[in-house]
């Protein structure tokens, strides 16, 4: 008997991730403004975004991918002289953005959604804003942003330190959908995206509220 096996899994459709896009802007349009009241300090941010604004010329274009409220990412960017574009999926965090950081650019989108024409970029950061996808997508992801970057250009990308693989959790009191690496696979993740690691940071957090747990940050410094 033959049996013919199954068509090779190409991930969630259009329209699953699309709706599950839209179910983590809702998850965040309810979290807003509370996002800053209970991570309020990001030392291991700024740090990188010193990284990050340290290694381009003045007026050198940057894509801060999840920009949140645009502090303190966006707004450290922007005064260090540089052209930040944000995009968020959440139009509250971005109606924050532009309060907080008029200087930049902000946009509604998500970053599955982009492709080769938004670039090209001479910085990119991701703060925490991959870890609201799959593994999967993270790693498509990731080679996305590869390609909008010009040769040479920079990564900053943090993520929460955990096994996780679009798991349900809360988060401030609302359910999402987190993914998180050990420290070694998400090296190992970027650099099977094209990338050259230069250094992998730790950084151990304790948020202002018990809202949320005490976390260890990965930050990744990346050269394409």
């Known amino acids: 008997m033959t049996v013919t096996p199954p068509p090779p899994d190409s ?4 329209a699953a991730r699309a709706d599950r896009a ?3 802007a809702r ?4 979290i807003g403004a509370h996002y800053d009241e209970v991570f309020p300090h990001k030392e291991g941010q700024r740090a990188a975004g010193e990284w990050l604004a340290a ?3 003045p007026g050198a274009r940057v894509l801060d991918v999840g920009c949140g409220t ?4 966006a707004r450290q960017l922007t005064d ?3 052209l930040v574009t944000g995009i968020d999926i959440s139009e509250r965090m971005l109606e924050l953005a532009r309060k907080a950081v008029p200087e ?5 989108a998500d970053v599955t959604d982009l492709d080769s024409s938004w670039g090209p970029y001479s910085g990119v950061v991701a703060f925490f804003s991959l870890l609201m996808l799959p593994r999967a997508q993270v790693e498509t992801t990731l080679r996305l942003l590869h390609t909008i970057l010009e040769p040479g250009g920079h990564l900053a990308l943090a993520m929460v330190e955990a096994d996780l693989d679009d798991v349900e959790l809360s988060f401030l009191g609302t359910p999402v959908r987190l993914t998180g690496y050990p420290r070694a696979h998400l090296r190992a993740v970027v650099e099977d995206a094209g990338f050259e690691v230069l250094e992998v940071r730790d950084h ?3 948020p202002a509220s018990t809202e949320a747990e005490p976390e260890t940050q990965l930050f990744v410094y990346a050269r394409r």
């Not at 645009?70 to 990412?73: A, I, L, Q, V, Y």
């Not at 930049?104 to 509604?108: E, M």
């Open 11 to 14: 991930g969630p459709t259009p």
């Open 70 to 73: 645009g502090r303190p990412t």
């Open 204 to 206: 151990t957090y304790a």
């Open 27 to 30: 998850a965040f349009d309810l």
């Open 80 to 82: 260090a002289g540089l």
């Open 55 to 57: 290694r381009l010329p």
């Open 104 to 108: 930049a650019t902000f946009r509604q």
């Open 22 to 24: 839209a179910a983590q």
